[in-house]
């Protein structure tokens, strides 16, 4: 298992369907962080695929959990690198939004790192979310937005902000429901946009989103893993934020 790619069961039972063939590889996956890291992320989309068996291009994982952390984690030799993301915490706190890329070859510790340094801030009570980007979602528009947001919109924000959004972004949402459809669930009332729309007033759109987010949150940490792997929207989406947001409370760590 650990040596060899497995076979694809849809080679051995063409009839299978597209996404179970998807799911069963992701249970397989060598490294462990790219596996179902809960039970419960894995049923959500056996659920999803009962109910939706001809989507053939829905996201694995999106209800997955991140896993525990290890709250004796030791860091050898990254000190330097541990201070210098716990620093950008007085950063935050200023109102002034930083990017942090931690470089390295894969197994050099960069995630480790990133769970020492949650693990040193988890006292602040800043929200923290995290996404994994892979080669089998790098051709999907702003994967790791729509998992990240969908996450923050389930389990993080009040009617009250939910509500605070959709006065705010109003003329926006049109636009956004078309990245993020599970906004239908929030804002029943308001249709996705059927026109052409430009990629400036797209990002325009998902600058608002997340600077009226962090003013419902506070303070927020985004880690998004492997970014070499996101595709080419989110990356355009990152390049504004970061000339256009200089003063939101923002941490975005990538590796």
Same mark, same amino acid.
């Not at 915490?89 to 109102?95: A, G, P, Q, R, Y």
């Given at each position: 298992h650990l040596t060899y790619e497995p076979i694809k069961p849809i080679i051995l039972k063409p009839n299978l369907p597209v996404m179970l063939n998807k799911i069963i590889l992701k249970l397989l996956k060598k490294e462990p962080d790219e596996r179902y890291q809960t039970a419960e992320g894995l049923l959500e989309d056996i659920r999803y695929l009962i109910k939706n068996p001809h989507n053939e291009k829905f996201i694995l994982g999106l209800n997955d959990k991140r896993a525990k952390l290890n709250y004796q984690i030791k860091i050898v030799g990254r000190e330097n690198e541990l201070k210098v993301l716990i620093n950008k915490?007085? +950063? +935050?706190?200023?109102?002034k939004s930083s990017f942090v890329l931690i470089e390295g070859q894969s197994g050099l510790g960069k995630s480790k790192l990133v769970d020492a340094f949650y693990e040193k &801030? +988890?006292?602040e009570r800043i929200e923290f979310f995290s996404y994994k980007c892979s080669k089998t979602t790098q051709n999907i528009p702003?994967?790791?937005l729509v998992k990240i947001i969908k996450e923050i919109f389930e389990k993080n924000l009040s009617k009250k902000s939910k509500k605070t959004i959709k006065d705010q972004l109003i003329e926006h949402l049109p636009i956004l429901m078309n990245i993020f459809p599970f906004l239908k669930n929030y804002y029943k009332k308001v249709k996705?946009? &059927?026109d052409v729309v430009q990629n400036k007033n797209i990002l325009k759109s998902l600058n608002l989103l997340c600077k009226e987010i962090i003013n419902q949150l506070n303070q927020l940490i985004i880690f &998004?893993?492997?970014i070499q792997w996101a595709d080419e929207d989110s990356i355009d989406f990152l390049k504004s934020f970061q000339q256009q947001m200089k003063s939101e409370k923002i941490l975005f760590i990538f590796t």
């Open positions: 915490i007085d +950063l +935050l706190k200023e109102n &801030i +988890l006292v702003y994967t790791p996705p946009s &059927i &998004i893993d492997d």
